[in-house]
């Protein structure tokens, strides 16, 4: 069982037709697991709605408790991308290194989007199908996975010129 | 690096409008990987672009042969859905096991499409970012990623009824 | 109020995942007209779901007196492009010339797509606004509507090398 | 021969992923005249490129000059909803009506889009195929084509509450 936990994020903007501007409405994360034909055994969670820029340090201490107290050792979570990199490095801090805590160790990846997806040239898709992977397969440890690619959570900053995650 | 072998398969379909027929002219994988902001380092090759339920036994041989030749140690192979277990036993068989041979291990993912990448309900995305993904985080072994999941060679098929992979 | 009769065709073939075919399920029509925005009174009713090469003569004239018996004076009918001008003579010579018969005079038109609408390459959604405004506009007659034009029934033929409807 | 002059509008609006907001590249109207197999004679004159509560007085008066001056009698012009049917009032008075000017007559339909058609629900094709088809059938005049309808320029509104385009 992998619990997916939803925070908001470029990945579930969707055009509000009445105001011409992105705003938030549900969660695309079950329609697009439909898509997917995933069969993989998920519990979807609503954390919030909202734009990564606007997380504020209480949030991220939220989504850290909320995975330090789930029953699932395997996590995905979806973020807005500005600010993945700051949340994951909560993450590490409050569930600890793997080895040391009392805790269950915990394999943890943060995913998002750099196109809403309900465009048509989303890479959301693809991107939950790679994070919900590494997810199955990587040892406890905090991870971000965009571009295909997964990455430690001290390894990795978002290169805002080009969109595209990487190592420092 | 990984090597992305093109076998054909639903993935590749599209509809020829002139005929009214779904057929293959030129692979979708260099574009979906653009549509995914995939930064791993790839090389796509076409073996062949067929239906897999006209597969051969020297078609399944051939693309053995090109795995076991091939620089890369993970490899993604996309193929037809109907016969994608048998080729995974060919390859299991060819490359052996990977302790035992003399041979480089190999990580070798299959996956495939239940709906053509062309229509707008494809899983053919969300499965192209999981097989890359097990395909990076995986120990040598021959996988079918379908569904989310990553399967072993000789644990899997495809149930008709379902359009699912399972084990049996 | 404007008729919409649905007959089939390629508009509302979609991809049977299970058997790899191109088959027909429900019609696509309702959904396109919400996707359109479309605010013009109309009645959406489906006569057969067939290939308009299967269609039999006998289906032609089913169509034809559903037109003559019908309230509605405009008509708009989804249609498989490959027979869609017989359709339209058995049309013209059923309903007579708009001024001579004792029939109300109708504007009927047809229209089809060569891609089906759940491909993301289809031409259905601006077939279905453009015959919808033909329908509205046109004075009584029988008229196919496909790339952005409009033909009278007795003025066009379907190029089946380029896919176009246009003059003989 | 019909003119298709482009304004912007949220017909045009793509998805900065850089910026994550909605911002005007090139006009979509060629490819999805392509996408329609439009085979209308058409030609696709850019104009301005801006959200239509941006257009100024000086604007509208271009749009209004170049329809005077261009040689094609048949016009479609894309626009952003909100001020389309100031536009289309700048266009009356300055155009005159049709019995008594020297000039040359002119079919004129503005259309738009509710939602950019970059994304998956656009209104966008359906409405450029009801506009072409207008602009062709409508007798000269200025009128707006959206939601599956044509309206006389003096005789239309933009209900902001429901998005829709009615009667006053």
């Given at each position: 069982?992998?619990?997916?936990?939803?925070?908001?994020?470029?990945?579930?903007?969707?055009?509000?037709?009445l105001?011409?501007?992105?705003?938030?409405?549900?969660?695309?994360?079950?329609?697009?697991?439909?898509?997917?034909?995933?069969?993989?055994d998920?519990?979807v969670?609503?954390?919030?709605?909202?734009?990564?820029?606007?997380?504020?340090?209480?949030?991220?201490?939220?989504?850290?408790?909320?995975?330090?107290?789930?029953?699932?050792?395997?996590?995905?979570?979806?973020?807005?991308?500005?600010?993945?990199?700051?949340?994951?490095?909560?993450?590490?801090?409050?569930?600890?290194?793997?080895?040391?805590?009392?805790?269950?160790?915990?394999?943890?990846?943060?995913?998002?989007?750099?196109?809403p997806?309900?465009?048509g040239?989303?890479?959301?898709?693809?991107?939950?199908?790679?994070?919900?992977?590494?997810?199955?397969?990587?040892?406890?440890?905090?991870?971000?996975?965009?571009?295909g690619?997964?990455?430690?959570?001290?390894?990795?900053?978002?290169?805002?010129?080009?969109?595209?995650?990487?190592?420092?």
């Open positions: 069982m992998i619990a997916i936990l939803v925070t908001g994020g470029t990945f579930d903007k969707q055009y509000n037709e105001t011409g501007t992105l705003t938030f409405r549900e969660t695309h994360v079950t329609e697009m697991l439909r898509l997917g034909r995933c069969r993989v998920v519990s969670r609503q954390l919030m709605m909202i734009d990564s820029l606007e997380m504020t340090d209480a949030d991220r201490q939220a989504i850290a408790d909320t995975c330090q107290r789930s029953p699932e050792s395997r996590i995905v979570i979806t973020h807005g991308t500005d600010t993945m990199v700051e949340t994951a490095m909560t993450l590490a801090k409050t569930l600890g290194p793997p080895e040391g805590g009392h805790d269950q160790p915990k394999t943890i990846v943060l995913t998002g989007a750099m196109v997806y309900a465009f040239s989303s890479d959301g898709l693809f991107n939950l199908g790679s994070a919900l992977s590494f997810a199955q397969a990587l040892p406890p440890g905090v991870y971000i996975a965009m571009n690619r997964a990455f430690a959570w001290d390894d990795v900053r978002k290169n805002r010129e080009s969109g595209v995650f990487e190592e420092p």
